[in-house]
């Protein structure tokens, strides 16, 4: 920084006189103001349309973009600069871009749990429905708190056969899900054998859904920690969840959410389905029941280590494939 430019920024910043600053300083006030009127020189000049160029670059990002994407944007437009220079601009204009929110997972691994084998091995495909389901955790931020929406996917034909919500990830809420998905296929005597592929959280590694999938004939199978690629299938829904619902829509309590994003999922699922198949799927259409455990009627609470709460489940069904 030149002394000139100190001066000046004196009085800017913090309202000091220039005579009294020249004066501290030992320099004349008349060098001072030649130097305020003098022509910009050739790297002034330049500076000064850089700044313009980054600030209006930054704008149309709507405010987002950091230095390498602006700086990526300005080269691409003809300019030759570089990426810290674009940064020292944006300093310098207190530009900042938006720095995205790092999601905290929801899986928590109970070390001592038993361990359960990858009976999928990443072949997310099925010869049949109730060959192999796929499950995971999810959760929906509202001004009350976070809602949990769990899940249930039959990787033959991707429908959704359970999403209970709940205010807690815990094993009563894995626990309702596999339970919807049961009575949805028609309880033990259909669903015998059928593997359900999930993370190695402790929502599905606990004794009480542990006992549940083998009293309901679920065989259990989990990928290993930390690999998001070894249940793909559920991370696929999700992320297609989070773009196209709920970075859409703010909700204010957990009914508004439970009430927001059911209506949505069947044309989420849809149109996952219609990508996956190249353009093609059948109509669809959405049926919302309450569900049960295993043995009790379907307008009855589900329940898991004796607690009541209300569950629903949404089913896609589609006629242009097998259940």
Same mark, same amino acid.
């Given at each position: 920084m030149s002394v000139a430019r100190f001066i000046a920024d004196q009085r800017t910043m913090h309202r000091v006189p220039h005579a009294v600053t020249c004066a501290i300083l030992g320099v004349s006030v008349s060098w001072f103001y030649k130097w305020v009127h003098r022509e910009p020189t050739p790297t002034e000049v330049r500076r000064s349309e850089l700044d313009a160029a980054v600030k209006a670059a930054f704008e149309a990002s709507?405010?987002? +973009? %950091?230095?390498?994407?602006?700086?990526?944007?300005?080269?691409?437009?003809? !300019?030759?600069?570089?990426? $810290?220079?674009?940064?020292?601009?944006?300093?310098?204009?207190?530009?900042?871009?938006?720095?995205?929110?790092?999601?905290?997972? =929801?899986?928590?691994?109970?070390?001592?749990?038993?361990?359960?084998?990858?009976?999928?091995?990443?072949?997310?495909?099925?010869?049949?429905? $109730?060959?192999? !389901?796929?499950?995971?955790? =999810?959760? #929906?931020?509202?001004?009350? /708190?976070?809602? +949990?929406? *769990?899940?249930?996917?039959?990787?033959?034909?991707?429908?959704?056969?359970?999403?209970?919500?709940?205010?807690?990830?815990?094993?009563?809420?894995?626990?309702? @899900? #596999?339970?919807?998905?049961?009575?949805?296929? /028609?309880?033990?005597?259909? #669903?015998? %054998?059928v593997i359900f592929h999930t993370d190695r959280g402790s929502t599905y590694t606990a004794k009480d859904f542990t006992k549940l999938c083998r009293r309901l004939g679920v065989v259990q199978s989990m990928g290993r920690v930390g690999s998001c690629f070894d249940n793909a299938a559920s991370e696929a829904f999700f992320s297609t969840l989070e773009h196209e619902v709920l970075s859409r829509h703010h909700f204010r309590t957990r009914?508004? @959410?439970?009430?927001?994003?059911?209506?949505?999922?069947?044309?989420?699922?849809?149109?996952?389905?219609? *990508?996956?198949?190249? /353009?093609?799927?059948?109509?669809g259409r959405v049926r919302e029941n309450r569900c049960h455990p295993a043995g009790r009627s379907l307008n009855e609470a589900s329940t898991i280590s004796g607690k009541h709460r209300p569950s629903y489940v949404v089913s896609f069904e589609s006629s242009g494939a097998r259940p």
């Open positions: 709507k405010r987002t +973009y %950091g230095s390498p994407r602006i700086h990526a944007d300005l080269v691409e437009a003809g !300019w030759t600069v570089s990426v $810290n220079t674009v940064a020292d601009s944006m300093r310098r204009q207190g530009l900042q871009g938006r720095k995205p929110k790092r999601r905290k997972g =929801t899986t928590k691994q109970d070390k001592t749990a038993p361990k359960f084998p990858d009976r999928l091995k990443r072949d997310f495909t099925a010869p049949e429905a $109730n060959v192999k !389901w796929c499950g995971d955790m =999810t959760e #929906i931020p509202t001004d009350e /708190g976070k809602l +949990y929406l *769990a899940t249930v996917l039959d990787l033959f034909s991707r429908k959704l056969l359970a999403s209970p919500t709940a205010e807690h990830p815990d094993a009563e809420l894995a626990g309702d @899900a #596999i339970k919807m998905a049961a009575a949805v296929r /028609g309880g033990r005597t259909v #669903i015998d %054998g009914a508004e @959410a439970r009430a927001g994003v059911s209506p949505l999922v069947p044309g989420l699922l849809q149109r996952q389905t219609t *990508a996956q198949l190249g /353009g093609v799927a059948g109509s």
